[in-house]
């Protein structure tokens, strides 16, 4: 089969002829019918992660795909040859003390696929069934390769009620789109999108942000006040990892409100943790994939 593959510990990527994968018992085989590039993505490309250590090489590299199941294995319950399925990219162990209560995205043990075992960019992928998602029609289908980055912004946005509220969402990057149309769909009063690119602030808009501002603009935070009103926001969800954007978003909440951790800066961050957090009662949350399989049923 055809397969994008990492060859070296560099920069770069090969297309190649790989073997089939042998599944195992609680495994499918999917032919992987389309494909999404992720950030996780990008850093195997860039080789920019001095975390990875892929396991062998030639490695399939590929996070997010979807594809039909063509095999199924002994102990792979609830599947059949010809269903239609979106990956859950975080393999969990399902024995730890977070996956013992409902917290499965934040396994002791995650595993990523396309990082510690072969992804799907590739014309076959083997992957847990437990981390398969089957489609009960075709009407995600399209979709169906970027069911897992969207879960992770529905989980950013959804963690906790946001009828009414004024929602900040900083970063437009894909993610962040896709938080400004669940916010908005699900009952945010106002969305604000911060974002230094005008292609994406325009983007913002048709997802249905209210308003869309460049955060380096002096007066960022007075134009959201103009919006959310004097007290600031009700929810901010910085999913940029800019330092510069957490910085602003923890001012731009107002007491009492939720600030959503969700980029990952590469800086270390200037906080005024006493007076921006502590003292104005401020709610940190940090948000790591989507909940499995909760935020994909949202
Ligand atoms: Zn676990």
Redesign the pocket.
């Known amino acids: 089969m055809k397969a994008i593959v990492k060859t070296s510990r560099a920069r770069g990527a090969d297309y190649r002829d790989m073997e089939v994968p042998v599944i195992n018992k609680d495994e499918l085989l999917i032919r992987v019918t389309a494909a999404s590039i992720s950030s996780g993505d990008l850093a195997l490309y860039n080789w920019t992660d001095p975390a990875f250590t892929p396991p062998s090489l030639p490695f399939i590299f590929g996070q997010d795909f979807c594809g039909e199941v063509v095999e199924t294995g002994s102990l792979a319950k609830g599947f059949e040859k010809g269903d239609f399925v979106s990956v859950e990219s975080h393999i969990?162990?399902?024995?730890?003390g977070?996956?013992r209560n409902d917290q499965?995205h934040i396994?002791?043990?995650?595993r990523v696929i396309g990082r510690d075992i072969p992804g799907g960019l590739a014309e076959y992928a083997a992957v847990p069934a437990r981390c398969s998602w089957k489609h009960t029609d075709d009407t995600l289908k399209d979709v169906g390769a970027v069911m897992g980055p969207f879960g992770s912004s529905v989980h950013a946005i959804l963690a906790e009620d946001i009828v009414g509220k004024t929602v900040v969402i900083s970063g437009c990057a894909p993610q962040g789109l896709f938080a400004a149309g669940i916010a908005k769909a699900g009952g945010a009063r106002k969305v604000i999108a911060l974002d230094a690119s005008l292609y994406r602030r325009r983007l913002a808009l048709k997802m249905g942000a209210a308003t869309a501002i460049d955060p380096t603009a002096k007066d960022c935070l007075q134009k959201i006040a103009k919006v959310c009103g004097a007290e600031g926001a009700d929810a901010v969800v910085e999913m940029s990892g800019a330092a510069d954007s957490v910085e602003l978003c923890l001012k731009a909440l107002r007491p009492g409100g939720r600030f959503v951790a969700f980029g990952l800066p590469v800086t270390n961050l200037s906080i005024d943790y006493a007076g921006d957090i502590v003292r104005r009662g401020i709610r940190l949350e940090g948000i790591s994939g989507r909940e499995i399989f909760r935020s994909w049923y949202k």
């Open positions: 969990f162990c399902g024995t730890c977070q996956c499965r396994c002791q043990d995650l």
